[in-house]
């Protein structure tokens, strides 16, 4: 089974910075994408950023220019470095990538259990 582990969320201040990191671990042939997900409370799970294997990178609006993603492949490692935080950032993020687990099946998405970051005064 593929694991997709988070850690780095936590409190911090508005203005504050932290750095989210997700490992994937298991029965892996290959990983083509690996990305952030958050969801706040009664909002819908919108995408943060995700980057590829081959190094393109996508943001929403929301964190362009505030966040950076990045991976490090030999790892299967995905990090997320978050300044200029704001409070409506509070949220579940989560992790995510497409996997491919055999060569008798295709790419499919797995998901990580999410870490909390609250920003707060």
């Known amino acids: 089974q593929v694991h997709l582990v988070e850690s780095g969320g936590g409190p911090v201040q508005p203005g504050g910075s932290l750095t989210l990191s997700c490992t994937a671990s298991?029965?892996?042939?290959?990983?083509?994408?690996m990305g952030w997900y958050r969801q706040a409370p009664g909002s819908q799970r919108e995408l943060v950023a995700i980057?590829?294997?081959?190094?393109?990178?996508r943001y929403s609006d929301s964190v362009k220019g505030r966040f950076t993603i990045s991976s490090d492949n030999a790892k299967n490692t995905v990090h997320l470095q978050m300044n200029s935080l704001k409070s409506e950032d509070t949220a579940g993020y989560y992790c995510?990538?497409?996997?491919?687990?055999?060569?008798?099946?295709?790419?499919?998405?797995?998901w990580g259990q999410g870490t909390q970051v609250n920003v707060s005064a």
């Open positions: 995510s990538a497409m996997i491919r687990i055999s060569f008798t099946s295709g790419f499919r998405n797995y």
């Open positions: 298991g029965t892996i042939i290959s990983i083509t994408d």
């Open positions: 980057i590829s294997r081959s190094g393109p990178t």
